[in-house]
């Protein structure tokens, strides 16, 4: 079967900047990815490259067999690709209920299918209790909830997560994890930026490490971090050569 | 959770529809022609500033220039009726299209900007279609247009020994852009509007055609005011630019919608109720001296609301927090 997700040979220039240089990847069926590696290696680029914020300097992303190179992010989002932001972008003014409405619009054109089908969804994610609030009013794990549950209320086939379990007490970050879970064994597959190893580590099927706009190792986690080279990437030479 | 929303859409429905019978029945007690003046004009600002309402309120883009729809249904209705003879009504439709139209395209570079470089666009596009209009000789340049009087008649929508007709109209405009709004709350533009407005790259990421929501905005937002501008016309019988097309306007739709509460659907309707009838009694009681004072009383309490109240009026009826969208 083929990668519901594959970048071929992409690139990324800002100016003089290489921030992406040669990346090719692929994301399986149900696969959870782990998208890791140090500050500046290129991470956040890749997935807006994936997500369609704006087109690679070079290259090809595919996504489910299509050419999605140069498709802009609602139209990606139509084919099955859902995302969440690092920075929360949650409809303030809105309550929590209709943020998720506006995401569940996407399949369902008539307005009591897409309340329900939001509903569904915050039973999914937990935020079932909290419908009727404003976004504004919610505490900040609520909100990295809300931004997981509008991309859901899309039906993607494809979650890109974006540090979702960055900065979340021990507690929060293990309900996270546990939603990820449940989210793969709903069908979708995920692909999740992250910088927290220990996290991230137990929960992904593949890790992918960026270093320098580079894909420096890719493999199962257990390998991934015993890897020297990712150490040195992560730690500098004097652990690798421990290692 | 459903039949409560089912119930609160009930309920906006409800009240609307008594606060419009009362309305209606109002001409019944008030026979002085100054009052019904007053209330014909806050009808239609009510009116006017919900369809502003559509595009600054709920999609988020801040118009300053909608004078210009405003003149532009006014000259659309004159010209075709005093040049072509096409009645009133036509041109009301006609002027519609055409506000609506170039609303569109107006906004196909324009909605490329954000912010505060919209707002300035908008003021600027209001302030060079007045300059046109001031140089157009065909359409009467500075001169303006006096729309002739053939005796009261409603295939000509012109009356002269009552108001109670141009009241009646002012009070289903008012209705119409309440409605409308109403019904597109619960759509998905209405949902894609507040979601292009509060962050428009969580909007595009979620499926949202942001361009062409803000497209449909303008477009439906334009074409009531150009009716309402239609409407003005003929109320007033005389269209010159400043009349019609003056930054006055503008500011007058703005203002009831953020007086109110802007974004809602009650806002407007509420704003319009106290600053129109302020408008015109500060200058009936303190005006016409040349000294401002009516401008400075009107201000004042401008300042004061807005100081007191920065979300609008609304937020007094607005309930805890647990409900969710003021309104």
Redesign the interface.
């Known amino acids: 079967m083929t990668a519901l997700l594959e970048t071929r040979g992409v690139w990324q220039r800002f100016g003089g900047l290489v921030a992406n240089s040669d990346v090719s990847i692929s994301v399986g069926r149900g696969e959870i990815v782990g998208l890791i590696g140090p500050n500046g290696a290129g991470k956040s680029t890749l997935f807006n490259l994936i997500?369609g914020?704006l087109p690679p300097t070079q290259g090809s992303i595919l996504f489910d067999g299509e050419d999605v190179t140069h498709m802009?992010?609602?139209a990606r989002?139509?084919r099955g690709v859902?995302?969440t932001?690092q920075v929360v972008?949650?409809?303030?003014?809105?309550?929590?209920?209709?943020n998720v409405?506006?995401?569940a619009?996407?399949r369902n054109?008539v307005?009591r299918e897409?309340?329900?089908k939001a509903?569904e969804v915050l039973e999914f994610t937990g935020l079932a209790a909290r419908?009727?609030?404003?976004a504004s009013?919610l505490v900040p794990a609520e909100k990295r909830r809300l931004e997981v549950a509008?991309?859901l209320?899309?039906e993607p086939k494809l979650l890109l997560l974006d540090e979702v379990l960055t900065g979340l007490t021990p507690t929060e970050a293990q309900t996270g994890v546990a939603l990820v879970r449940k989210v793969r064994d709903a069908g979708i597959t995920v692909l999740m930026v992250e910088h927290v190893m220990e996290i991230v580590m137990p929960l992904v099927d593949r890790a992918i490490v960026l270093d320098l706009g580079k894909v420096l190792v890719e493999g199962k986690p257990a390998e991934v971090v015993r890897d020297p080279k990712v150490i040195k990437a992560y730690l500098g030479d004097r652990h690798a050569v421990g290692a | 959770m459903d039949k409560e929303f089912a119930a609160r859409r009930r309920r906006d429905l409800i009240i609307a529809a008594v606060l419009a019978a009362i309305a209606a029945a109002t001409p019944l007690f008030v026979k002085d022609v100054v009052v019904q003046n007053i209330l014909i004009l806050t009808l239609m600002y009510a009116g006017l500033s919900q369809s502003w309402n559509i595009l600054s309120g709920y999609c988020g883009q801040i118009s300053l220039g909608h004078a210009l729809y405003f003149g532009l249904g006014a000259y659309t209705t004159e010209l075709l009726f005093t040049k072509f003879g096409v009645l009133p009504w036509f041109g009301m439709l006609a002027g519609g299209v055409v506000s609506a139209l170039i609303a569109m395209g107006l906004g196909y570079p324009f909605f490329r900007l954000r912010g505060h470089y919209f707002v300035i666009a908008t003021i600027v596009i209001a302030e060079i279609g007045l300059l046109l209009f001031h140089n157009w000789e065909w359409a009467g340049a500075a001169m303006g247009i006096t729309i002739p009087i053939r005796g009261d008649s409603w295939l000509k929508f012109q009356f002269l020994r009552t108001k109670l007709p141009y009241f009646y109209f002012a009070l289903v405009l008012c209705c119409l852009a309440w409605f409308v709004t109403w019904w597109l709350e619960n759509s998905k533009w209405g949902f894609w509007w507040r979601a292009v407005k509060d962050n428009p790259d969580a909007a595009e990421s979620l499926g949202v055609d942001v361009f062409n929501s803000k497209m449909g905005a303008a477009a439906v937002s334009a074409f009531l005011v150009a009716v309402g501008g239609s409407f003005y016309a003929q109320f007033v019988s005389y269209i010159d630019p400043e009349s019609v097309m003056g930054f006055q306007f503008s500011l007058l739709m703005a203002l009831p919608a953020v007086l109110g509460g802007i974004g809602t659907l009650w806002g407007p309707v509420l704003g319009a109720a106290i600053l129109i009838p302020l408008t015109e009694l500060t200058r009936f009681k303190f005006g016409g001296s040349g000294r401002g004072v009516d401008l400075i009383v009107y201000g004042t309490l401008i300042v004061l609301i807005s100081l007191a109240l920065p979300r609008g009026l609304l937020s007094l009826f607005s309930r805890p927090k647990k409900t969710g969208a003021a309104r």
Do not use: N, W, Y
């Open positions: 997500a914020v802009p992010a609602a989002c139509q859902g995302r932001f972008k949650s409809f303030e003014t809105m309550t929590v209920i209709d409405i506006v995401g619009l996407v054109t307005m897409a309340r329900r509903h419908a009727d609030v404003l009013d509008r991309a209320a899309t």
